[in-house]
């Protein structure tokens, strides 16, 4: 058994090469490394974390640092938003909120909580979108924090931000360059994927496969297209162990950042941060941040590189195109003959 989670860590970065996810990389950490786990109901949890999560906006909005910073717990790890670098541990915490603070006087912060899971009786993830109202403006950010349940009542124990676009209304051509075969593949594991546009091109289908020796093949579909509502990119996402996710899509610098939720065939949850860095038109640079599953923080992983391939219908099309190719340099050729020979026939025959 220890072998084989050996071999599970080893393949997690290609595993989850799987474009959207966590999918392949956090389903298979979570079946192999955890216990699975039947997401808790108790409406006094829930109402607990809510007062928790009230009197963390009331200390926020006084400015009261020390306050604050006790609604951490000791080794918390808040994620910046700006850099994605980890600040670990209740003091961290504070000194960077005191500066926060010395930088906007007058900041003021709103929540809008979405959601709130209870994990087990101890651990909840809560989702939802936060506004900080400065003199400049308004910023604006998508959230999840871990809560733990302590001795002395709910605390956070980590945070996940993430800044929403300044745009609405993005279009989906913007990802017309993911459309087509992709793969990678080494001694461990295949990851195959193919993107195509649906009818009208409203929506973008993209269908994978990842085969690891010994282990059970994954399969699955994820549907990307434009929220109506909030003109958002949004995907939904289904694998064949019955795991679902649903993620938003955004772009900044270039890169595409995608932030995914998932809910585990155990019926676990978990999230990550996925980034795709397009470099031309035959690759793409992927990795995989701020990873959650089950309430705990999992290591962030290394950047791969992912290339296209030619599928049956591209292979078929260059064909056509080299036997077109080649027929039109024989016709080429057959001219160039045909008028040599009605010059020599116009000379005048040698004495």
């Known amino acids: 058994m220890n072998d084989r989670r050996t071999q599970v860590k080893r393949l997690l970065p290609r595993l989850s090469l799987v474009w959207m996810l966590v999918a392949a990389g956090a389903l298979v950490q979570a079946q192999a490394l955890v216990q699975a786990q039947t997401p808790v109901t108790d409406p006094t949890a829930e109402q607990a974390i809510i007062e928790t999560i009230r009197s963390y906006v009331d200390a926020f909005n006084r400015r009261d640092v020390d306050a604050v910073s006790n609604h951490w717990a000791e080794n918390a790890v808040m994620l910046a ?18 500066r926060q603070f010395k930088a906007g006087p007058k900041s003021q912060l709103e929540v809008n909580v979405t959601s709130i899971r209870l994990v087990t009786d101890t651990v909840a993830v809560e989702d939802g979108f936060a506004t900080v109202l400065r003199d400049e403006g308004a910023r604006q950010s998508t959230y999840s924090v871990v809560h733990i349940k302590q001795k ?107 932030e995914m939720n998932m809910t585990l065939p155990t019926g676990e949850l978990a ?21 959650i599953v089950a309430g705990q923080f999992l290591p962030d992983m290394d950047e791969v590189l992912v290339n296209r391939v030619a599928d049956q219908a591209d292979q078929a099309d260059q064909a056509d195109q080299a036997e077109q190719a080649e027929q039109a340099e024989q016709a080429e050729q057959a001219e160039q003959a045909e008028q040599a020979e009605e010059k020599s026939e116009g000379l005048p025959k040698p004495q």
């Open 271 to 291: 999230s990550a941060v996925n980034v795709y860095t397009p470099i031309d038109a035959t690759r793409y640079t992927w990795r995989s941040q701020s990873r």
């Open 81 to 98: 938003m700006d850099t994605q670098e980890k600040i670990v541990g209740r003091e961290a915490i504070r000194e960077d909120f005191s």
């Open 152 to 258: 002395d009542g709910w605390k956070i124990d980590s945070v996940r931000e993430t800044a929403m676009p300044e745009e609405s209304g993005a279009q989906l051509s913007q990802l017309s360059w993911l459309v087509g075969s992709w793969a990678d593949t080494d001694e461990d594991a295949t990851v195959e994927s193919q993107v195509k546009w649906a009818r009208n091109k409203k929506f973008l289908t993209m269908s994978f496969r990842v085969d690891v020796p010994d282990a059970t093949l994954l399969e699955g579909t994820q549907i990307i297209g434009v929220d109506p509502a909030t003109g958002v990119i949004r995907s939904w996402l289904f694998d064949s162990d019955g795991g679902i996710g649903q993620g938003r899509w955004s772009s900044k610098d270039g890169k595409w950042i995608v």
